[in-house]
């Protein structure tokens, strides 16, 4: 197994939008609790700033990132809006403010289902807390892009937007290659791809992810958002607080 290093969403790795194999159940997969630790240990971000976009079918958000341990800042730059995650293993802190002037506030309850801005992507899909649900299953192996991978289905014990959420884990990069978020009939809603990744220096980051509002039911979307990154260089600015 090979745990490459990480600038951004160190969970992810590339993968496409359409379906794998079969689950095969009848392969052994690592307890959902082995898992969840691995996973943790793998999700420590690089000290970098990132400057890209979030584009929308309406928009074009101009976007500085800086990421540094388990923290990541998204400062929209035409908009009065900055949002600060910290991963923790009980779940994500998530913080808003209109500008860097001002004190974090707790994005709490409900506030976590909005979405961003007039994007597909809610609070509390940047938190990636999907991974640290404890409520989890292994489903069995598939194959995901030619890549092996473990298959895992796991139930929030908190107020979210999803049912459950279904992911794929990479068995050589211990990375997440898929993930397909349901509502309570058991349909896909949601779904995120990343297109590309780029290398800098030792470390990787996405260069494109899509972020997919799909129709419940018929599996195709409604809206896509899309991050886009076009530079990256070593000092976040983050204090590592």
């Not at 958000?61 to 990421?67: A, Q, S």
């Not at 002037?101 to 976590?112: F, L, N």
Request: proline fraction near 5%; glycine fraction near 8%; charge should be positive.
């Amino acid at each position: 197994m090979q745990c490459g290093k990480w600038m951004l969403l160190p969970a992810l790795l590339v993968f496409g939008a359409s379906a794998g194999g079969q689950i095969n159940p009848n392969q052994p997969v690592p307890l959902p609790e082995a898992m969840q630790e691995m996973l943790w240990e793998n999700m420590a971000l690089s000290d970098f700033r990132l400057e890209g976009n979030v584009r929308t079918a309406k928009s074009l958000h101009p976007l500085v990132m800086r990421t540094r341990g388990r923290e990541m800042v998204y400062e929209f730059q035409k908009q009065p809006l900055q949002v600060r995650v910290v991963m923790l293993e009980s779940g994500s802190l998530i913080q808003r403010r209109s500008k860097g002037a001002e004190p974090w506030k707790a994005v709490s309850g409900k506030e976590r289902l909005g979405k961003i801005l007039d994007s597909d992507v809610a609070y509390e899909d940047l938190g990636l807390d999907f991974l640290r649900w404890r409520q989890v299953r292994p489903l069995g192996t598939d194959s995901i892009k030619t890549l092996a991978a473990w298959a895992y289905e796991a139930v929030p014990a908190v107020m979210s937007n999803y049912a459950k959420a279904r992911y794929w884990i990479s068995q050589d990069h211990l990375a997440v290659l898929r993930v397909d978020a349901y509502n309570e009939n058991g349909q896909v809603v949601k779904r995120v791809e990343v297109n590309g990744v780029m290398k800098v220096g030792e470390v990787y980051t996405i260069k494109e992810m899509q972020i997919s509002t799909v129709i419940p039911g018929r599996d195709l979307s409604s809206s896509r958002t899309y991050i886009e990154i076009q530079k990256a260089r070593p000092g976040s600015g983050l204090g590592g607080e």
